[in-house]
């Protein structure tokens, strides 16, 4: 997952294209940004935004207007839920 730094804005548009079905036949996670933040939300109870709402197929948009403590939580599942999804594969 990458993302560019969010300039003057209260959200992120990270990368996670490399989690969705590719031409390539690698195994993935989803077919869709919409799928996985389906999944965000039922499995680490953390909700995005598909890019796919914002014509940014591929991303997912996370929103940081909140407290530090609930940013560095969600980052936590994020990461816990990415790890797992990679070890799986």
Same mark, same amino acid.
């Given at each position: #997952? ?9 959200? /992120? ?9 590719? /031409? ?14 389906? #999944?965000? =939300? ?17 991303? =997912?948009?996370?929103?940081? /207007? ?24």
């Amino acid at each position: #997952m990458t993302c560019e730094w969010p300039g003057g804005a209260f959200y /992120a548009f990270p990368n996670i294209s490399s989690h969705l079905s590719s /031409a390539s036949g690698k195994p993935a996670l989803a077919k869709t940004c919409t799928e996985i933040s389906k #999944m965000l =939300l039922e499995k680490v109870q953390v909700a995005v935004v598909p890019g796919e709402a914002f014509g940014a197929p591929g991303y =997912l948009r996370l929103s940081y /207007a909140t407290s530090i403590e609930r940013i560095d939580e969600g980052l936590r599942r994020l990461n816990r839920f990415f790890s797992r999804a990679e070890a799986a594969s």
